[in-house]
């Protein structure tokens, strides 16, 4: 009875130690993963405490380049305010520049129509300054044909009425009888060229005695025999005739009888005759200046007197006095005063045409 009770419980003693056994490798197992968890985490933490000292001399080497980047931050921004107000001193210039240009453009973008009257109206306004300088007419008169050749080749409605007071101005400036300034200054001058070849009255040679006597001469001679019997008596016969011919023409030169309509004239010596030529040179010289400064009262009376002495101290037998006085009257009935005409009717019509009406 006694053997069979202690068996099992030299069976159960056995199974405990095994548990025991088992129990130990367990915990020794355990242990070992502890060891190696521990080493495993002191190496990580090793690892990350290089990588955090890595870290850490990264982080300040950037730092020191953050600080060096915000300093050149800094200068550029001065930079950058600097260039900007430079730039907005620029962007005002240009916008400057660019009203300029815009006014220019606009002033540039008128219509060809505008031009063209504007043109015109500036052409006529010259022309005459030019006629009331000059005197004459004819500067008008070219440029408001010009303006009515300009506007005929436009061809437009609008400039039709510009265009008809143009034709209107063109009329009235040819039917007005302006003197020729220019032409009567030449024509004075080509007398004045002319006085010191006028023959005087005191110095004309009007002894017809001398042609008279060429022809009995020349008629007897031509009638003397050329042979006859008679040959001596009638060549002694002709040369006594000629003989007295000679004398009796010398005779008549001695003494010579003139009409004498004008004393003064005849009693100039020739000493005065150089001063009187002077002095009708001198008359028409202040003529000639008189009409140029369009003072013609003044011409007139020069005239009058110039044409007085060519009248009174030279022989108006001679063609050239005859031309010399017919040139003088003819100056003195164009130099009177007849003022420019104004193109008042096409300045309106420009004037009415730019503004739209």
Known sequence: MAVPASAPEAAGGGGFGRWIATGAAVLAALTTAALVLAWNAQQRVKLLEVELVKRQQDSGAQAAEARLLAVQAQEGVRD???RLALLDARVAESTMQRTQIEDL??????????????DVEAAVRVAMQQSAITGSVEPLVAVLRQADERLARYNQPRLERVRRAVLADLEKARAAGVADLPLLSLRL?????????????????RRPGSRQAAA??????????????DAAAEAWSTRWQLMLDAIWTELRALVRVTRIDMPEAMLVAPEQA???RENLKLR??????????????????DLRDAQSALERYFDRGSRRVGAAVEAVRQVAAQ???????????????????????
């Open 80 to 82: 950058t305010a600097a």
């Open 105 to 118: 453009i606009q002033s540039m973008a008128r219509s060809r129509d505008e031009n063209a009257l504007a």
């Open 189 to 205: 001058d080509e007398v004045i060229r002319l006085v010191d070849d006028l023959p005087l009255l005191a110095a004309v040679d």
């Open 216 to 229: 009995p001469r020349r008629g007897i001679a031509a009638s003397a025999p050329a042979s006859g019997p």
């Open 274 to 276: 150089f001063f009187l």
């Open 284 to 301: 028409l010289l202040n003529a000639r200046l008189a009409l140029l400064s369009r003072q013609f009262d003044i011409a007139q009376s």
């Open 335 to 357: 130099a009177r005063s007849v003022s420019v005409p104004r193109p008042e009717t096409t300045l309106a019509a420009i004037a009415a045409a730019a503004a739209g009406r």
